[in-house]
């Protein structure tokens, strides 16, 4: 499905503070976690973080050329065959699961996984709501929702080059190389999980 979404992870900056809980004792929070977003500055009382419906269809489109590093223009998306129609009925028929933060109305930024393969597929921001942990949240409640699903190994794909802010973001929240690299040249870097026993029964 990355081939098809044109390797949409966003460049997301590395943030300070402890890491997530997809990143620490076995991908289970801890009773002395602090809350997600805590800050003095941000605007976390106001946010809402929420499962992608397909109605988000548009507005994520839309929202994907205005990243700040590797943005893909309706237009782009549409030669790769993306369009919100396409978005829509992927996140519809379970494909494309996902989650959106929006702060009122507007849609500030999302996290999308291929439901088969495990893939972080997307990972997108506003740039000024950069810094304020948003692209963490995001990015564990997927890996969340694709741990429950029962895989226990995620991979993205991520730019290979330093001086990319994705390139620190994701080794900063526990992601490896794997030594592989993409069809678009990208570096392959995995998160790998361990399935909860209530996840492990309801397969037997």
Not at 178 to 196: C, Q
């Amino acid at each position: 499905m990355a081939a098809v979404y044109a390797r949409t992870c966003t460049a997301l900056p590395p943030e300070t503070g402890d890491l997530p809980a997809t990143t620490r004792d076995n991908h289970e929070r801890r009773s002395d976690d602090p809350p997600f977003n805590v800050s003095p500055t941000d605007m976390s009382a106001t946010l809402i973080y929420r499962p992608a419906c397909p109605a988000d269809a548009e507005a994520c489109v839309a929202l994907r050329g205005q990243t700040r590093q590797n943005a893909v223009s309706r237009e782009r998306l549409a030669e790769l065959g993306i369009t919100p129609a396409s978005w829509a009925e992927d996140t519809r028929c379970g494909r494309l699961p996902g989650h959106v933060c929006q702060d009122g109305e507007q849609l500030l930024g999302y996290c999308f996984g291929d439901a088969a393969s495990g893939e972080i597929v997307v990972l997108a921001l506003l740039p000024d709501y950069e810094g304020q942990g948003i692209g963490r949240r995001l990015l564990d409640l997927m890996v969340q929702t694709l741990r429950t699903a029962g895989h226990q190994r995620l991979f993205l794909g991520c730019a290979r080059d330093p001086a990319t802010r994705s390139h620190g973001f994701y080794r900063h929240l526990g992601w490896r190389p794997t030594g592989e690299f993409d069809a678009l040249g990208d570096e392959v870097l995995e998160l790998t999980l361990l399935v909860s026993a209530a996840t492990s029964s309801s397969k037997a």
